[in-house]
């Protein structure tokens, strides 16, 4: 498990790597700057908000540990905010992961880079992408209003932290996987399937981005990035398990 959980740290190198090669970098500036406008968004609402919520999750029989407690809930409420707007970005960023998805895959494959066909083709990428992320949305609101509970309720919620790492770390997995899937109308329900076979590898992913997206300058860089390492991870290990 834990071979696997510390190689999926390895793509979010690989996708470092990736979105710097000639003939990729043009593909990564529009979910750049969708990723830069947003987390800048992003920083300035958890600066805000820090000190309110802090104030409202802990609970009164625990503020002889504020010491100790407060880096913790700082970083569950900088967590929970810049989660919100990693799922908001990648939203609106969804056609143009798919089209780097795409020519990574190639790049990956040792094909050529397939040039951009044009604008024109946004609109069903545009259509095919939204069902996927609605069904994403859907089974992530689930495990959000649980958890959220769990954040509220005194003296569970000092394991809240851990929870929210956990989900975030499978959550930001299931988005970028859905990109090379999608290129291969491989959708939620089999994305799904084809994680869980490889969860630790998938959490590994998922948990180094989720720090990445916290460090100021880099996680202007973690939604190309992570296209770009779950292209990598999907040739390398999820599409060993499809037909």
Request: net charge positive; aromatic share 16%; no cysteine.
């Amino acid at each position: 498990m834990f071979t696997g959980f510390f190689k999926g740290f390895s793509y979010v190198f690989t996708g470092l790597s990736l979105i710097t090669q000639k003939g990729i970098r043009p593909f990564v500036l529009v979910p750049l700057l969708i990723n830069t406008i947003l987390f800048a968004g992003g920083v300035w609402l958890a600066k805000t908000q820090l000190a309110y919520w802090m104030d409202r999750l802990l609970p009164n029989w625990l503020t002889w540990l504020e010491w100790l407690l407060w880096p913790v809930f700082a970083i569950l409420i900088f967590f929970v905010v810049f989660y919100v707007f990693s799922i908001v970005a990648n939203l609106i960023a969804a056609p143009f992961n798919s089209v780097l998805a795409e020519r990574v895959e190639a790049r990956l494959n040792g094909l050529p880079v397939p040039e951009f066909a044009g604008y024109q083709s946004l609109p069903g990428l545009i259509a095919r992408t939204f069902k996927s992320e609605l069904s994403k949305l859907w089974y992530m609101g689930k495990w959000f209003v649980l958890l959220l509970i769990l954040t509220v309720i005194p003296g569970l919620n000092v394991v809240s932290p851990v929870a929210w790492t956990v989900f975030g770390a499978w959550m930001l997995a299931i988005e970028y996987a859905d990109y090379p899937m999608g290129n291969h109308n491989l959708f939620f329900n089999d994305e799904l399937v084809a994680l869980k076979k490889r969860r630790p590898e998938a959490l590994g992913f998922g948990w180094l981005l989720s720090i990445m997206t916290t460090i100021p300058v880099l996680n202007f860089l973690a939604m190309p990035v992570g296209v770009a390492g779950a292209t990598a991870l999907w040739v390398n290990s999820l599409s060993q398990n499809q037909p």
